[in-house]
């Protein structure tokens, strides 16, 4: 039986006559620009002080509202949201083929796919930015931006892109709307038909924030750090309404899911047997929840802070708030970030080693442990910036966080004890991101520490512990999602010469490159500078060459990956013998996923089928 | 059984090899000229030599999964014989030492090392020997003024800021963001962080605050000889950040009372 909503009234009509009407990107850009300049031109002339400029800072702030009200306006949601709210009859109709990824649609699959496709915009573009930054720190001088500030731009972007439209989007966004849904037995997602909206905020912020320095290079990096933003140059505008409506869609995406796992289980699919990713789904979505609206009040007052102009976060009003505020959400946003790697390592380690999750409770509880110690340790962030007596307790609960976090090694190693574990490569990808990510567990034990942090705070150490954290912990994971998922995705099946000369191309790489940032830390290079004393240089030097060898290592898994989408060879529905309800679709799936709602009967991770069981 | 005592052997050699090349790399910090550096190098160590056996163990597990526990190539067969849903020993034995390891490193050297480093101050304080150094940290520039000497802004011969420091003697750096050659402009300034990367740590500058850093420099060291010994601004303030340092020396008693002489010859002439 479907459960899919009748989003759509069939009028009978042959499916070709909508494609008269424009492309549906295209009708967005054209809106989007049509509601900029209408907007801008509206209170250009409603606030016509003989100092501003046809565009000023205000005009522009609600000029990019009615830009990105265009552009969601014309991606199709006109049609099929706003008119049908006022009473006029419903003229949409999902759209079938590769069109339908170019528009505004209801199928979670497809939203899936819209936001992976987006996140992997952002990831080269912040990518790219990344390998700017390391072609100017080759040299000890300025060479390749012509002055400073293009460089901490560049900073800003990369740092702005990758965290709030890749590392927080791709694993949620992405896989989570594509495969939560499937996961849970459910045709639908509970909010289809926001999701189909907020998807398109992903593309709007990206572009937001990248050509934010048309309007002048700020130089904050991506934290937006108070009063040096109320003085930067007015791009710093966009980087807070690209963000703001970046943290829109994920905030979105967090509610869709919790409503999804929470009410959309397919009948028998208790608590305890819910699949370890929607677990992992659910924490990092009530942690979206709970700390998204707190940041995104933050830079609201930040951008009011600059247009009107105020005097909040400056001396006579107080430079931490903005801080303390931003690290605020700021580190719970790294668990965003790494929750669901740590719930994926959970979900692919027993189908990988045909053998049962070990100790999956207190999986469940570093899960949730996690989440609600997260918010506990944002001042850490702040140990050199804080005075001294303030640092203890946030140095006790920084440690302790180290404890459920464990709890994903704990029963991810007791898994793999006497498994029988394929090595392909989703496996090597998830053990690569296991150590990846001990290290960056392992050098967080020296941050918190506050007579080394001392010495540590601001330096390449801190880059190469969050690299290592982030790159290491989200990035192989996904990779490894990627490579897991792509029969499903695709119903095709990678060639394993191929992939793991990939995979073992970036972890070389990704080694090679971040674990020097710890010694160049402790050597004396500190953040945010492209001229630095003359004695890191040939260290630099050649850091660059690893990091650029890094970038060509994840074009190549995703060139491979897209290519192996389209011509790869053909697969069974369940290569891997996975027991989880997405594999019991048919790969790739259908529109409506299930036929008959599947009724759970036991949980996804026992493999002592056929085995007598040792106690 | 037998894999278990395999790897526990493994494991303890293993660790024992890494923890003999902690001990080679173990000065980490490369240059320790205060005693406040050499606390914090002896925390870092510490940590460093705890979290070695944990690297191990998991490091070791993973290399397990490459090699004992993956499936051999002509293994067409299905689920691993083994199947266990939990193990209690393990589990009990995994949550009590990561309990007692955390808690352990927050007493020691957590709080042990912050109170040392606030006893260490509370003394300096007291000691009738402190040097006091205000810092003014504005965009893009460090200012030092010596008030015991009346020294109102201490230049080297080109005009640039200096920091210059008596060895073996208590400092106070008093860290400001205005100073005496400008009028107090609310919107002026941003936060900088005063960084001697030999010295150990690192103090935010905060508009409208003032804050106390505190320091014991035990080597004699210059910027020319050695790069760590430099005042480098370690947050980011704007696009003159990276040019924000200036030189600095850690001299004798006696050099240092020459050069106090030398400054206020300077100050009196200008």
């Not at chain 1, 969601?72 to 590769?98: C, D, H, N, Q």
């Not at chain 1, 390749?144 to 972007?157: A, D």
């Not at chain 1, 972890?507 to 003359?534: E, K």
């Not at chain 2, 993973?62 to 020993?89: E, V, Y």
Request: hydrophobic share 50%; net charge neutral; with cysteine.
């Amino acid at each position: 039986m479907s459960s899919i909503p009748q989003t759509g009234v069939d009028t009978g009509r042959p499916l070709t006559r909508r494609y008269k009407r424009m492309a549906p990107v295209l009708r967005g850009l054209l809106w989007a620009l049509i509601g900029y300049m209408v907007v801008d031109m509206i209170v250009a002339f409603l606030d016509p002080g003989p100092t501003h400029s046809l565009f000023n800072l205000v005009s522009l702030t609600f000029a990019w509202v009615g830009g990105v009200v265009g552009w969601t306006l014309g991606i199709g949601t006109w049609e099929s949201v706003v008119r049908p709210a006022f009473g006029y009859p419903m003229k949409w109709k999902e759209t079938v083929g590769w069109r339908r990824y170019f528009e505004y649609s209801t199928n979670h699959k497809v939203i899936g796919i819209q936001y992976m496709v987006s996140s992997l915009g952002g990831f080269i573009i912040a990518g790219t930015a990344a390998m700017l930054m390391r072609l100017q720190l080759m040299d000890d001088r300025m060479w390749f931006f012509p002055y400073s500030k293009y460089y901490l731009v560049t900073v800003g972007i990369h740092g702005t892109i990758m965290m709030f439209s890749v590392a927080t989007v791709f694993m949620v966004g992405g896989l989570g709307n594509y495969l939560i849904p499937m996961m849970v037995g459910s045709n639908t997602s509970a909010f289809s038909r926001l999701s189909g909206v907020s998807v398109w905020f992903v593309p709007a912020g990206i572009l937001t924030v990248a050509f934010s320095p048309l309007l002048g290079a700020w130089t904050t990096g991506w934290r937006g750090y108070e009063p040096l933003a109320s003085q930067d140059g007015s791009g710093i505008i966009y980087y807070y309404l690209g963000v703001f409506i970046l943290l829109m869609s994920s905030l979105i995406v967090a509610a869709n899911l919790v409503a999804t796992i929470v009410f959309r289980r397919a009948p028998g699919l208790t608590w305890n047997r819910l699949p370890m990713y929607a677990w992992g789904m659910l924490a990092v979505s009530f942690l979206n929840l709970i700390w998204i609206p707190e940041i995104m009040m933050t830079f609201v007052m930040a951008l009011l802070d600059k247009i009107v102009p105020l005097p909040m976060f400056q001396s006579t009003g107080s430079p931490l708030v903005y801080l303390q505020m931003f690290w605020l959400f700021g580190h719970p946003e790294v668990y965003i970030v790494v929750v669901p790697a740590l719930a994926l390592w959970m979900e692919i380690i027993p189908v990988m080693g045909r053998k049962t999750l070990f100790a999956r409770q207190w999986g469940v509880i570093g899960l949730v442990f996690v989440m609600l110690l997260s918010g506990m340790v944002w001042a850490h962030h702040l140990f050199p910036t804080q005075q001294n007596a303030t640092i203890l307790p946030f140095s006790f609960f920084t440690e302790m966080i180290s404890i459920p976090t464990g709890f994903a090694f704990m029963v991810s190693i007791g898994t793999m004890w006497k498994s029988k574990m394929r090595l392909n490569t989703p496996s090597i990808l998830i053990m690569m991101s296991m150590f990846n990510f001990l290290i960056g567990g392992l050098t967080g034990v020296f941050l918190a520490d506050p007579a080394v942090n001392m010495q540590l705070h601001d330096t390449f150490f801190v880059v190469g512990h969050f690299h290592y954290t982030i790159i290491g912990g989200m990035v192989f994971s996904s990779f490894a999602a990627m490579y897991y998922y792509l029969p499903k995705f695709s119903g095709r099946m990678y060639n394993e010469k191929w992939a793991q000369l990939g995979v073992y191309w970036i972890f070389l790489a990704f080694n090679a490159t971040f674990f020097q940032f710890f010694i160049l830390g402790l050597r004396g290079m500190n953040r945010w500078v492209p001229v630095y004393p003359a004695y890191l240089r040939a260290q630099n030097f050649e850091v660059s060459i690893f990091a650029f060898l890094l970038g060509f290592g994840f074009l190549y898994n995703i060139i491979y990956i897209i290519y192996v989408w389209r011509r790869g060879e053909k697969v069974d529905e369940n290569p891997w013998q996975s027991k989880t309800l997405e594999w019991t679709t048919s790969s790739p799936p259908a529109d409506i996923s299930f036929e008959e709602i599947p009724t759970v009967t036991e949980g996804f991770y026992d493999y002592s089928d056929g085995v007598s069981t040792e106690s | 059984m037998k894999d278990a005592v395999k790897f526990g052997v493994i494991w303890v050699i293993l660790s024992a090899i890494l923890e003999w090349c902690v001990y080679l790399v173990r000065h980490m910090f490369y240059t320790t000229a205060t005693i406040q550096a050499v606390d914090g190098q002896h925390a870092a160590d510490f940590i460093f030599y705890v979290v070695t056996p944990i690297f191990a163990f998991v490091v070791l597990m993973l290399i397990f999964g490459f090699t004992q526990f993956r499936r051999r190539r002509n293994d067409k067969g299905g689920n691993s014989p083994h199947q266990f849903r939990t193990n209690r020993a393990f589990v009990g034995i995994w949550i009590g030492v990561s309990l007692v390891v955390n808690l352990f490193l927050f007493v020691h050297p957590t709080a042990s090392a912050m109170e040392n480093y606030w006893n260490q101050s509370v003394e300096y304080q007291k000691s009738p020997n402190l040097l006091v150094v205000d810092v003014y940290a504005r965009q893009w520039q460090w200012m030092y003024s010596y008030p015991q000497y009346g020294i109102a802004n201490a230049v080297n011969s080109a005009g640039n800021g200096e920091l210059v420091l008596p060895v073996d003697r208590p400092v106070q750096f008093v860290l400001r963001s205005y100073d005496f050659n400008h009028y107090y402009d609310v919107e002026a300034d941003v936060i900088h962080s005063f960084w001697i990367p030999a010295f150990g740590w690192k103090t935010d500058v905060i508009p409208g605050e003032t804050r106390y850093e505190y320091a014991y420099p035990t080597e004699l060291g210059s910027t020319a000889e050695n790069q760590m010994f430099r005042v480098q601004c370690a947050e980011v303030c704007g696009p003159g950040h990276p040019y924000m340092y200036t030189g600095m020396k850690v001299v004798t008693a006696s050099q240092f009372s020459a050069w106090i002489q030398k400054q206020k010859k300077l100050q009196s002439s200008s």
